[in-house]
C-alpha cells in the first residue's frame, strides 16, 4: 500500500516536529531545509507543559522532562537586585502538571531529526511552493534546483519571512516589528549559585536560566529603533544596557563570546491569517503565526501545531477535512497567545518612571497574594492538552499488522 508523500520545507522546530508526527502516523515525508547544515537558529528554548504534553504523543516528552534544569524558586527581580514576584517549580507543576524545560534548541532539533529516517531531511535545497495543490484532487507541486516534487501534503514551516505563507495569502500585510529587539547567549554557569529570574527595567529586561548541562541560557531585551546595531559589538550594547544590574548579569555578559551574541529584532503576525491552510498545503509555527517572546510560547506553540496537523491528517482520510479541522483548532488559539504576547512585550517597553514604578509594584502586590496568582498568567495557555494521548503504541501495533500480513 501506497504510503502518501508529506513534504516540509523548512527544518524548524514545527517543521521537525511535524515530520516526527506524520511519520508515526504513516505518511513518508521529505523535510527540505535551505540552510547547508542544521544549525538552529537561536540559543534556548523554553518547553511548558503544553508542549511537553504533546510531545508525549511522539513518545518525547520524557526524555524532554528529563533536561529540566530548574528545581525550587525563580521570579521577577529589578535592575537592583529587589525581588519584585516569586514562583517555584513545584507551584507550576501543582498548577499545570509539569514546570518549565530550558534546553538548547540544538539538543530539540538533534533529538527530532534523530526519530526520522535516514535521508529524510535534506539540507542545502531551497524550495518553492508553485502549486497548493487541491483538496480534492491536484498535488501540491514545490520547485527545487533539482525539478519538481508532487506531494500529497505541503507543510510551510518557513519561518516568519516565509515564502509559503506568501503564497498563499499575498494580499496579507505580513509581520509587523513589535518595538524591541534581544540578544541571545549561552555560557558556562557562574561560580556562586543563582535563582532563575527576569529582570525587568525601564523599557528592558533579562533573563538568567540554567540548563542541564551545566551552561546558563541568558537572553535581553530592549526597545530600539527597527535595523539598529552597535557600533562595536552586541557584547559591548549587552554591557551599555545591563553590565550594571544585579549579579550573577555582569559576570554573564562578560563571560559571553562576542562573536555568539545573537541579536534580533523581533516581529509578529499581530495580524491573523485568514486561515492556516490552502488547498493540500498548511502553516506551522512563526510562518503562521509569529508571536512576541514574552511568554516563551513561541516553540510552543509550533509543537502544538504539529501534534494537531498530524492528529486531523489520517493517511487515506479526507485531506480537505483535515486541513480545514486543523485550521479550526489552532487559529483562534494562536491568535489570542499572540495577542497576549503583545500586550505583555507593552509592560516590558514601558520607559516612564512612574509607568515603571506602577507595573512594579503591582508585580509585587500579586506575588504577595501567592504564586498561583503569578501563574494564572499560563492558565489557558500551558494547561493545554494534545487531542490524541499517543501515536506511538498504535503505530507499532500497525507495524506488527502489517508484518504478519506480509
Known sequence: MDMPHAVVIGSGIGGLTAAVALHGRGWRVTVLERAASLEPVGAGISLAPNSQRALDVIGMGDEIRALAAWQGEGGMRAPGGRWLSRTDSAAA???????????????????????????????????????????????????????????????????????????????????????????????????????????????????????????????????????????????????????????????????????????????????????????????????????????????????????????????????????AAYTADRLPRTSAIVRKAARTARLMRLASAPAVATRDALFSVVSRLGPSLVLRTFDGIADWQPPQHTYAAPREADTATVDAEQ
Open 93 to 323: 507543576t501543582e498548577r499545570f502538571g509539569g514546570s518549565i524545560v530550558l534546553l538548547h534548541r540544538a539538543t530539540l532539533v538533534d533529538r527530532l531529526v534523530a526519530r526520522l529516517p535516514d535521508g529524510t531531511v535534506r539540507t542545502g535545497v531551497e524550495a518553492e511552493l508553485l502549486d497548493p495543490g487541491t483538496a480534492d484532487g491536484a498535488p501540491a507541486v514545490v520547485g527545487t534546483v533539482a525539478g519538481r516534487i508532487e506531494a500529497d501534503l505541503v507543510i510551510g514551516a518557513d519561518g516568519i519571512n516565509s515564502a509559503v505563507r506568501r503564497a498563499l495569502f499575498p494580499d496579507h500585510p505580513g509581520p509587523s516589528y513589535a518595538g524591541f529587539t534581544t540578544w541571545r547567549i549561552v555560557v558556562p554557569a557562574p561560580q556562586r549559585p543563582f535563582a532563575p529570574h527576569e529582570t525587568w527595567g525601564r523599557g528592558a529586561l533579562w533573563g538568567t536560566q540554567p540548563l542541564k548541562d551545566g551552561r546558563v541560557y541568558a537572553y535581553g531585551a530592549a526597545v530600539a529603533p527597527a535595523g539598529a546595531h552597535a557600533a562595536d559589538s552586541e557584547k559591548a550594547e549587552l554591557t551599555r544596557r545591563f553590565g550594571s544590574w544585579h549579579d550573577p548579569i555582569p559576570e554573564i555578559i562578560a563571560a559571553a563570546d562576542p562573536g555568539q551574541v545573537l541579536r534580533n529584532d523581533v516581529h509578529h503576525l499581530i495580524d491573523p491569517l485568514p486561515s492556516f491552510h490552502r488547498g493540500r498545503t498548511v502553516l506551522v509555527g512563526d510562518c503562521a503565526h509569529a508571536m512576541a517572546p514574552s511568554l516563551g510560547q513561541g516553540g510552543n506553540q509550533a509543537i502544538e501545531d504539529a501534534i494537531v496537523l498530524a492528529h486531523h491528517l489520517a493517511p487515506g482520510g479526507d485531506l480537505g477535512k483535515g486541513a
